[in-house]
DNA sequence: TCTGATCGCGCG
DNA sequence: AAAGCGCGCGATCAGA
């Protein structure tokens, strides 16, 4: 391990410099300190990359990695001290440790800027030093105290794959801003003038959304109506004599009036030209690439956030500007029912694993206990792991628990945890939060009123940690998904080059840049760009990083992961 | 006039 | 189709 502690300002120079410390498994130095000038930390790094392939322990890889990316040196393995210790103090596993009681969680910063593009390349630490950096003692301190945490855990090999994949996943989302994700401007643009008509100037609405309102304030016989002011709407539509009790699209579509299908369209329209209009476009594509920020650790369950761009919302109708360069394919890879199949794994329901034999698992369990009746049995799956309890979900629960008690009761007993105030785990030990001070003082009521309330909060917290176990234990084998991935792939890369290098010819793309490219990773889906000739290797190798995911997190188990490829040009055409 | 909450809608 | 979970974001709205 090689540690890598907040640059310092030299008094007499004015230079910065960063200090290099090698440590031994254990997180003690082991050796004399090594300081090293700014301008030549890249390539230090890289330096050392190529002889050790040390595991990098810094504070935050996002204060260090975007600039070696930058400057073109890229890392093999890195532990995080920031998102582990967020891990470790709040985990059950840990919480006897004299780390956990120490240490307070820290909010994953998002104050951040993304890059644009960075003017000047070559130095490290242009930018204005992040106050209270941690210093080397400290750091090396708070390494130690993570690693014991970790050995005197309940899981300590759970709990170690856990922080290595979530600072692999570290790497990754730097990775993945850094590249970015191929995106067709002609293409974005020739979808917005389609729907919208030409690009207006100024803040106008465009030709097409504008004659969409120009027809519902007629229909509605409304010449003033904003059509975005939802109380406007919600008025005008009633003078119309339309009851409608919210102006929710889906609210709408039940309804027959004239009004509605320009509304309907008007809605549609303005959310493209809102979101992900000219305006987006001009803001977060440039180069041919769309750079949207990951935030690792910005979800309690382990997925990811993202800031700038709604990067894990790329609407189906622009899909199509995410497009593969000349020469170039996009592999698109999800995990199909990826939430259901691992409610499977960790209740340990045979009945249901033999369901998941197939290749989809509700067409499975619908054939076992529900006459066949497909949709059904997948509105009985999703409503037992998001906790409804009306509708046809909630009375469909009493036939699924029928015929697949342990996945239900594994559920419900999580239901029951949060219900009472416990805290609930993943599979590879990451913990929900505990309840605030102002639910456990909720808790304690005598008056009729406020005891409902207090009934309805628990119960919202019941619903919380139910699903948290699941989408956090999805979360956590995607995360092993893409560690994976992203191990054969910096493998496959390394050997492309090699053999560029030594002069072997493997085609005229083989000039050491044509190697395939992580370029999108979203919940439980992951995409490849990739030169055509290497689209078959990359297939088998997301295949087999899930099959390894699958081991990692639950051994030899008789449930199956099945991966979902798509070879495509265009986004748009996937799955 | 600024700020935080709410609505509505996009994604998994 | 939502419903039941988790997010981000833009426009509007309410309140200082």
């Given at each position: 391990m090689?540690?890598?502690?907040?640059?310092?300002?030299?008094?007499?120079?004015?230079?910065?410099?960063?200090?290099?410390?090698?440590?031994?498994a254990s997180g003690a130095?082991?050796?004399?300190?090594?300081?090293?000038?700014?301008?030549?930390?890249?390539?230090?790094?890289?330096?050392?990359?190529?002889?050790?392939?040390?595991r990098?322990v810094w504070h935050r890889t996002?204060?260090?990695?975007?600039?070696?990316?930058?400057?073109?040196?890229?890392?093999?393995?890195c532990h995080d001290l920031l998102l582990c210790r967020n891990i470790l103090v709040s985990s059950q596993a840990t919480s006897a440790s004299a780390y956990a009681r120490g240490n307070e969680p820290i909010p994953v910063e998002?104050?951040?800027?993304?890059?644009?593009?960075?003017?000047?390349?070559?130095?490290?630490?242009?930018?204005?030093?992040?106050?209270?950096?941690p210093?080397?003692?400290e750091l090396v301190a708070d390494l130690q105290g993570q690693l014991e945490a970790v050995s005197g855990s309940l899981h300590p090999g759970r709990l170690a794959l856990l922080l290595a994949a979530e600072s692999a996943g570290a790497?990754?989302?730097?990775?993945?801003?850094?590249?970015?994700?191929?995106?067709?401007?002609?293409?974005?643009?020739?979808?917005?003038?389609?729907?919208?008509?030409?690009?207006?100037?100024?803040?106008?609405?465009?030709?097409?959304?504008?004659?969409?309102?120009?027809?519902?304030?007629?229909?509605?016989?409304?010449?003033?109506?904003?059509?975005?002011?939802?109380?406007?709407?919600?008025?005008?539509?009633?003078?119309?004599?339309?009851?409608?009790?919210?102006?929710?699209?889906?609210?709408?579509?039940?309804?027959?009036?004239?009004?509605?299908?320009?509304?309907?369209?008007?809605?549609?329209?303005?959310?493209?030209?809102?979101?992900?209009?000219?305006?987006?476009?001009?803001?977060?594509?440039?180069?041919?690439?769309?750079?949207?920020?990951?935030v690792v650790g910005g979800v309690v369950s382990g997925r990811w956030a993202?800031?700038?761009?709604?990067?894990?919302?790329?609407?189906?109708?622009?899909?199509?500007?995410?497009?593969?360069?000349?020469?170039?394919?996009?592999?698109?890879?999800?995990?199909?029912?990826?939430?259901?199949?691992v409610l499977?794994a960790l209740a340990r329901?045979?009945?249901?694993?033999?369901?998941?034999?197939?290749?989809?698992?509700?067409?499975?369990?619908?054939?076992?206990?529900?006459?066949?009746?497909?949709?059904?049995?997948?509105?009985?799956?999703?409503?037992?792991i998001?906790g409804?309890?009306?509708?046809?979900?909630?009375?469909?629960?009493?036939?699924?628990?029928?015929?697949?008690?342990?996945?239900?009761a594994f559920v419900e007993e999580a239901a029951r945890a949060g219900e009472r105030g416990d805290i609930v785990s993943t599979r590879l030990g990451r913990s929900c939060p505990p309840p605030s001070r102002r639910w456990l003082a909720g808790q304690r009521?005598?008056?009729?009123?406020?005891?409902?309330?207090a009934?309805?909060e628990a119960r919202s917290r019941g619903r919380f940690t139910r699903n948290f176990v699941v989408q956090g234990s999805a979360a956590d084998w995607a995360a092993c998904?893409?560690a994976?991935?992203?191990?054969?792939?910096?493998?496959?890369?390394?050997?492309?080059?090699?053999?560029?290098?030594?002069?072997?010819?493997?085609?005229?793309?083989?000039?050491?840049?044509?190697?395939?490219?992580?370029?999108?990773?979203?919940?439980?889906?992951?995409?490849?760009?990739?030169?055509?000739?290497?689209?078959?290797?990359?297939?088998?190798?997301?295949?087999?990083?899930?099959?390894?995911?699958?081991?990692l997190l639950f051994g030899?188990?008789?449930?199956?992961?099945?991966?979902?490829?798509?070879?495509?040009?265009?986004?748009?055409?996937?799955?």
């Amino acid at each position: 391990m090689l540690l890598a502690s907040a640059p310092e300002q030299r008094q007499a120079s004015g230079e910065q410099f960063v200090q290099l410390l090698p440590l031994d498994a254990s997180g003690a130095p082991a050796a004399p300190a090594r300081i090293e000038a700014k301008l030549e930390l890249a390539a230090v790094v890289a330096q050392w990359e190529k002889e050790a392939s040390p595991r990098w322990v810094w504070h935050r890889t996002q204060d260090w990695y975007p600039q070696l990316l930058a400057a073109g040196v890229s890392v093999d393995r890195c532990h995080d001290l920031l998102l582990c210790r967020n891990i470790l103090v709040s985990s059950q596993a840990t919480s006897a440790s004299a780390y956990a009681r120490g240490n307070e969680p820290i909010p994953v910063e998002t104050a951040e800027a993304s890059l644009p593009e960075r003017a000047d390349q070559g130095s490290l630490f242009d930018q204005p030093l992040r106050q209270s950096q941690p210093t080397a003692e400290e750091l090396v301190a708070d390494l130690q105290g993570q690693l014991e945490a970790v050995s005197g855990s309940l899981h300590p090999g759970r709990l170690a794959l856990l922080l290595a994949a979530e600072s692999a996943g570290a790497l990754s989302a730097a990775e993945m801003q850094h590249t970015g994700l191929p995106w067709r401007e002609d293409l974005h643009q020739a979808i917005l003038s389609d729907a919208l008509g030409p690009r207006p100037s100024g803040f106008q609405r465009p030709d097409k959304l504008e004659a969409l309102a120009a027809e519902l304030r007629n229909q509605l016989n409304a010449p003033s109506l904003n059509p975005d002011s939802p109380q406007e709407l919600m008025r005008a539509l009633h003078r119309a004599g339309i009851e409608v009790r919210t102006t929710r699209s889906w609210e709408l579509q039940q309804l027959q009036h004239p009004a509605i299908a320009p509304l309907l369209a008007y809605k549609k329209l303005s959310r493209l030209h809102t979101a992900n209009g000219w305006t987006w476009l001009d803001q977060w594509v440039h180069g041919g690439r769309f750079r949207p920020e990951y935030v690792v650790g910005g979800v309690v369950s382990g997925r990811w956030a993202s800031r700038g761009g709604g990067a894990l919302q790329i609407p189906k109708n622009i899909r199509g500007a995410a497009h593969a360069e000349k020469g170039w394919k996009l592999v698109v890879a999800d995990a199909s029912q990826l939430e259901p199949r691992v409610l499977v794994a960790l209740a340990r329901d045979t009945g249901m694993a033999a369901a998941a034999r197939d290749k989809d698992l509700y067409a499975g369990i619908a054939a076992q206990g529900f006459g066949g009746d497909r949709a059904k049995a997948k509105v009985a799956l999703l409503g037992a792991i998001y906790g409804a309890t009306t509708g046809e979900s909630g009375r469909l629960m009493p036939q699924l628990a029928k015929t697949y008690p342990r996945a239900v009761a594994f559920v419900e007993e999580a239901a029951r945890a949060g219900e009472r105030g416990d805290i609930v785990s993943t599979r590879l030990g990451r913990s929900c939060p505990p309840p605030s001070r102002r639910w456990l003082a909720g808790q304690r009521t005598t008056t009729a009123e406020e005891q409902r309330r207090a009934d309805a909060e628990a119960r919202s917290r019941g619903r919380f940690t139910r699903n948290f176990v699941v989408q956090g234990s999805a979360a956590d084998w995607a995360a092993c998904w893409l560690a994976e991935l992203r191990r054969r792939l910096r493998f496959l890369g390394a050997a492309v080059e090699a053999g560029a290098g030594s002069g072997e010819r493997g085609g005229p793309e083989t000039d050491g840049k044509s190697v395939p490219e992580l370029v999108f990773f979203l919940h439980d889906e992951v995409m490849v760009h990739t030169p055509e000739s290497q689209v078959a290797l990359v297939r088998q190798l997301i295949e087999e990083s899930a099959r390894a995911a699958t081991a990692l997190l639950f051994g030899e188990i008789p449930v199956e992961f099945p991966v979902s490829i798509t070879v495509v040009d265009s986004y748009a055409d996937a799955k």
